[in-house]
């Protein structure tokens, strides 16, 4: 896995944050996301990129936010985020 490779811990598919499709959703490749419930004090760029979730949405249960955006995700990572939960 690309992220092994780059920052520790190491993760695998049972992580905490890591979210496993089933073979019928129609997705290609990995794709990075934030989510999040408070947007109070956020970036700009994050609150002009955000969606909000609807009901069917999948993690729509426990987030009201979310953000796709690959390369804004990984430049997170190198600055010490990490996949699963980040307390500020």
Known sequence: MWY??????AINSG???VCMLGENVDKWGRQLR???NDITN???YWSDNKKIES???YRADEFT???????LVEELFEH???IGY???
């Open 15 to 17: 992580t905490d944050g």
């Open 80 to 82: 010490g985020y990490r």
């Open 34 to 36: 934030i989510y999040l």
């Open 4 to 9: 092994n490779a780059k920052y520790a811990p």
């Open 42 to 44: 956020i970036p700009k």
């Open 86 to 88: 980040n307390n500020p």
């Open 55 to 57: 009901p069917r949405a």
């Open 65 to 71: 936010y979310r953000i796709n955006d690959s390369a």
